[in-house]
């Protein structure tokens, strides 16, 4: 009577595990309840929230503020003061020369130095926004493969609660024939261990789970604690590959590589500015000075006839007002490089390196780029035999080696460890299935933001 009514509980139990499917892990509709969490929503709210492509947008329009400055002249310097002024008694009227002073000078740069000064403000510009693209990728990468592991967490968890309470039938069953002495102990224990392994498995899967959760909150831009509304719910996407067209496409497509083709061209245009440093800066400076008009008390010899007719010499002080003109000066000056040997000469250098630089960085991205898109193809090449493997294969295997195992222990032909290995084979080659399908389409993330553009 015990060894039948283990039966009937394995085979219900079974019989259960393979509704609509056949599979222990299938994602039925009553398996996720609430509503579903919508990964095109998801995307939308981190591209609007996520704080660091906010922080790549602003300083992608901090630099486009720049080209106008670049461009723009030094600016005019105003002086004002005073000359000549004698240091005895700081009398303004009493140089000619001395005078209040106030001038204007102006640095005209040579022909074609601003618009360089601008190109390269421009392409440190268009550098930034694209890696404001990039940035946007690496997120709508990481919300997906996030979203990837919530979907495979929540199947991993439901396939564990069953496999949890099929196994705690096994321990009643096995405690009820121990009973009657139609069961070794050793079955009960190992039934009882292989609760505990999946309460274990448990625990480490609802730690995981919370910790993806708050990985979405993180790219969303909210408090790591806030809850997901509903269940992800993976759709199965497949994308035909050919790795020389991807390659081509990422060329052309990718924001980072784009970034260090802007790079090059700024550097390009910095070394152009660089050998127009020999040539001497043009300063015009004008100047007004307004002088004070003179006071001067001069002495004169003068014959002066007392009333008898008598003349006397006298010295005579006579006062004179000299107008003295205000005056003006226009000069011109240039910078003398007389140190470019250390000097213009260096930056002629440090640019050039930095051109080759660039192109060495630009070069080794793309070599990585090809890589992993490579890398990537062979990989989805691998999941999708590995889906083909079990799905058409394995858990069919797996499934006969089941049902072959419950029909053997009905008559004593199979022990209960065998049949427990059989149940447990069963549903680890169904999540391997799963985790494949679930591999591949974080796969498919990976390489739309390798080769920078949505692949469906």
């Not at 493997?389 to 460890?417: C, K, M, P, R, W």
């Amino acid at each position: 009577m015990g060894k039948k009514l283990f039966f009937i509980c394995i085979f219900l139990s079974v019989l259960l595990s393979h509704t609509n499917s056949g599979s222990c892990a299938q994602n039925t509709a009553g398996a996720q309840t609430g509503a579903v969490l919508s990964l095109d929503e998801l995307i939308a709210e981190a591209l609007q929230a996520n704080p660091d492509i906010n922080a790549a947008q602003k300083k992608r329009d901090a630099m486009w503020e720049r080209p106008p400055q670049a461009k723009a002249w030094d600016d005019p310097r105003l002086e004002f003061g005073v000359r000549n002024v004698p240091a005895d008694d700081a009398d303004f009227s009493k140089v000619d020369m001395t005078m209040k002073e106030v001038s204007l000078s102006q640095s005209i740069p040579l022909a074609g130095i601003p618009s360089l000064r601008e190109k390269i403000a421009i392409q440190e510009a268009k550098s930034a926004d694209r890696m404001h693209d990039y940035a946007r990728l690496q997120v709508i990468r990481e919300v997906k493969k996030t979203y990837c592991d919530l979907y495979l967490l929540n199947r991993h968890i439901q396939t564990a609660e069953k496999n949890k309470g099929l196994l705690a039938q096994f321990v009643k069953t096995a405690e009820t024939k121990y009973a009657v002495g139609k069961a070794a102990q050793q079955d009960v224990l190992k039934a009882q261990l292989e609760q505990s392994k999946f309460i274990e498995r448990l625990i480490d899967l609802q730690q995981q789970k919370a910790s993806a959760a708050a990985q979405m909150n993180r790219l969303l831009g909210r408090d790591p604690s806030a809850p997901l509304m509903g269940e992800p719910a993976l759709e199965q996407k497949t994308v035909a590959l050919h790795e020389s067209e991807l390659i081509d496409t990422a060329k052309t497509a990718n924001p980072a590589l784009l970034s260090l083709k802007e790079v090059i061209a700024r550097n390009e245009a910095d070394y152009g500015l660089a050998r127009k440093s020999y040539v001497p800066e043009l300063t015009i400076t004008g100047a007004y000075g307004q002088r004070e008009n003179a006071h001067r008390s001069k002495a004169y010899p003068t014959l002066v006839t007392n009333a008898v007719g008598s003349s006397t010499a006298t010295i005579q002080q006579l006062d004179q007002n000299t107008e003295r003109s205000d005056v003006f000066s226009i000069m011109m000056g240039i910078n003398v490089p007389i140190w470019f040997n250390s000097k213009q000469n260096k930056k002629v250098a440090e640019t050039h390196h930095m051109i080759e630089q660039a192109k060495a960085e630009y070069s080794a991205l793309a070599n990585e780029i090809s890589y992993r898109i490579r890398d990537l193809a062979a990989r989805q090449a691998r999941e999708t035999q590995l889906i083909e493997l079990y799905e058409h294969g394995i858990i069919a295997q797996a499934s006969q080696s089941l049902n072959g195992a419950i029909a053997g222990y009905q008559v004593g032909t199979v022990d209960f460890l065998t049949l427990l290995d059989s149940q447990v084979t069963l549903c680890n080659a169904e999540l391997q299935a799963i985790q494949a399908r679930t591999q591949y389409q974080k796969n498919i993330a990976e390489l739309e933001a390798v080769v920078g553009k949505q692949l469906f």
